[in-house]
């Protein structure tokens, strides 16, 4: 192949400067000389050299894409593969009238043959000595592969500057597989590829038996003979072979000397043959017609789907008007450019692997379906679900979407751990989630098979036990250390008085919003976030589920005690409420002495309304609190029913790190 580039045709003249070039006899030429043509505007291409007497030269090949020369790559691959087996082949390119050289390669050594189809201008022979393989444009019918199990194809990509050969299986109701030719083999029933294997293990393995027939009762053979026609034209319709349909439908009309029973459902098992024929019918002109709107649209992509669609349902008995709407789609194939055809069949591939994963999607779904919840044990079924929807795109139906749509937001939750209960315990209560009663099972509250039994009960369900069990075993313990207590009721130890320092630090630390006001909360600056007065702290420590805080730091609390405005003028309070009450007990002072050295102080002014995110109740119930699981805001309901475990244990959380 010589380079389109001029900078790489430089390169190619410097490599082959002592060589010469032909125009090829077996690729249709004349057989001249050729040279090379350098362009910088234009592909750069060879020429033949100019006659003697300067008139144009005339040649008769007409082809210039790389398939062109497709037959020669075929005979250089085949010569390799067999010579790797010990094999010397011979290689003929069969000329018949009217058929241009490169349609067939006919492949003989000592022990077999091949005649390969590169194109559809020769009829493949399926009964003589030599077998035959198939180009990808070149059709077959239906009929052809249920009788013969399967046949072989061949395709040539192209690799670089050089083309590689492929062979594939292909068989009825099944998907071509390609292999390369090292994974082909030659064997007594010809050539033989992985997929052949497994084609002929599952036409020979022994069918099982459903029941022992017994003693065979004796039919008439007219009555025997309607029945096999009845199961033949079942089977024809099954596997949409129009002709065998029609076939069959002529010898069951040909029947004499029926049963009037029998021959009632004769009669309307040809009709309803008859209607589904005339559907044929229709769909097959359908597809003639949208196969030439696709040569007249210049849709590369649809003609190729398209013939390969005429190719399996409708290869024979065309009309005058269908083959010529054939041959022009062919035709207008054919004359494709290389970069256009390798487009094509990337397109193609792309919507195969679509189709492929549409199928693993459903394949997935199928198994989620019996599930409501995301646990660890479906995570590897859940990701190929994800994986695969993404790569199906559109395929998908809008439910199959939508229930892909719900697995994504469970795994973006990530999976929860599935709660191992005996069912004999968690039998005995209802179920918060399915509202399941007493003595039922729980039932799936999703997807499309809701309201069906679930497999297991609902962690909900199963953590009423469990947290049961912790209560009982905290009320053990606690009733344990009472008669500890009991039976030695001597005097506990004292701690140290820097322990009892410091408990009674964290006392007041963890209590200081209980020695202060609610309305001086916010009076002052915070000293630790710099939020101004009025203004709510910053979450910083993670305390509640919002970002700010649902109570003042506590450096700001201790702020507001040692303020001034809080005490009377000349005097300075240092250290918290309660050590300022220790003091006093310390020393006190008569009273008449501390009502004269300590003014009457103002009535404090009214002060604005301050922002607040909730109320300093000793308890936070979970409806005050966004829902980590299905984030259902404060007083909100959780969907679908009732709250979840994990806001009513969040809810607890924040309470106790509210009061510690």
């Not at 592969?145 to 292909?170: C, F, K």
């Not at 649902?550 to 009377?568: T, Y």
């Not at 005097?571 to 501390?594: F, I, N, S, Y």
């Not at 002014?605 to 936070?620: C, H, I, N, V, Y």
Request: net charge positive.
């Amino acid at each position: 192949m010589l380079p389109m580039e001029a900078i790489e045709l430089d390169a190619f003249r410097r490599a082959h400067g002592d060589d010469t070039f032909w125009c090829g006899t077996l690729l249709g030429g004349c057989g001249g000389q050729l040279t090379t043509k350098l362009y910088t505007d234009r592909a750069c291409h060879f020429a033949h050299h100019p006659d003697p007497d300067g008139l144009p030269h005339v040649c008769g090949r007409r082809a210039r894409g790389v398939d062109s020369a497709d037959h020669l790559y075929v005979r250089s691959a085949a010569s390799a593969w067999l010579a790797g087996r010990g094999e010397q082949a011979t290689f003929e390119y069969t000329r018949t009238e009217g058929v241009p050289i490169g349609s067939i390669v006919d492949v003989r050594w000592r022990h077999g043959a091949l005649r390969v189809h590169l194109d559809q201008a020769v009829t493949p022979v399926w009964d003589g000595g030599v077998e035959p393989v198939l180009g990808t444009m070149v059709p077959v019918d239906r009929d052809t592969l249920i009788r013969r199990w399967y046949v072989h194809r061949i395709r040539l990509d192209s690799m670089g500057t050089a083309r590689r050969v492929q062979i594939g299986t292909e068989a009825f109701a099944r998907p071509i597989e390609w292999f390369t030719l090292d994974e082909c083999e030659m064997t007594e029933r010809g050539l033989s590829t992985p997929a052949v294997e497994k084609i002929v293990q599952a036409r020979n393995a022994p069918r099982p038996s459903l029941w022992s027939p017994g003693k065979a009762r004796r039919v008439p053979e007219p009555q025997a003979r309607a029945q096999a026609l009845q199961r033949r034209l079942v089977y024809a319709r099954r596997i949409e072979s129009v002709p065998l349909a029609k076939q069959v439908c002529e010898e069951i009309e040909n029947l004499n000397g029926m049963e009037d029973e029998l021959q009632e459902q004769l009669d309307a098992a040809v009709r309803h043959a008859r209607i589904w024929l005339v559907k044929q019918n229709k769909e097959r002109h359908r597809l003639f017609d949208n196969l030439k709107k696709a040569v007249a649209g210049q849709k590369p992509g649809r003609v190729r789907r398209l013939l390969l669609r005429v190719n399996a349902t409708a290869a024979e008995d065309h009309t005058a008007t269908e083959s010529a709407i054939y041959k022009q789609a062919v035709t207008y194939f054919d004359s494709l450019d290389n970069p256009t055809r390798n487009a094509v069949e990337a397109e193609a591939e792309t919507e195969k692997k679509a189709h492929k994963a549409a199928a693993c999607a459903r394949s997935a779904l199928q198994r989620l379906r019996r599930h409501d919840t995301y646990t660890l044990d479906l995570s590897p079924h859940v990701e190929k679900l994800l994986r695969s929807a993404a790569s199906a795109g559109e395929l998908l139906t809008h439910g199959e979407a939508r229930r892909v749509e719900v697995w994504k937001k469970r795994a973006a939750l990530g999976p929860q751990e599935q709660l191992r209960v005996a069912r004999r315990y968690w039998i005995q209560r209802s179920c918060p989630r399915c509202n399941a009663e007493q003595g039922r099972d729980c039932v799936l509250v999703e997807g499309p098979s809701s309201g069906k039994q679930r497999k297991d009960g609902h962690n909900e369900r199963l953590q009423l036990v469990v947290d049961e069990r912790k209560a009982a075993r905290k009320t053990a313990r606690q009733q344990k250390r009472a008669q500890q207590e009991a039976k030695d009721p001597a005097e506990p130890m004292r701690p140290a008085p820097e322990e009892q320092a410091k408990e009674a630090g964290k006392k007041t630390a963890a209590r200081l919003h209980h020695q202060v006001p609610r309305g001086d909360w916010y009076r002052v600056m915070c000293p630790r976030c710099h939020a101004g007065p009025g203004k709510l702290c910053d979450n910083d420590d993670r305390v509640g589920p919002g970002e700010k805080r649902q109570l003042p730091h506590d450096e700001r609390l201790r702020r507001v005690l040692q303020s001034d405005d809080r005490i009377g003028p000349g005097e300075k309070q240092e250290g918290t409420r309660d050590e300022l009450q220790q003091q006093a007990v310390d020393v006190v002072p008569p009273p008449l002495a501390r009502a004269e050295a300590r003014p009457p102080r103002p009535r404090r002014r009214g002060r604005d309304t301050q922002e607040t995110t909730g109320s300093a109740a000793r308890t936070w119930h979970a409806k005050e609190v966004t829902c980590p699981k299905c984030q259902a805001g404060p007083n909100s309901p959780c969907v679908p029913h009732s709250p979840h475990h994990e806001r009513v244990e969040w809810a607890k959380e924040f309470t106790r790190k509210l009061w510690g």
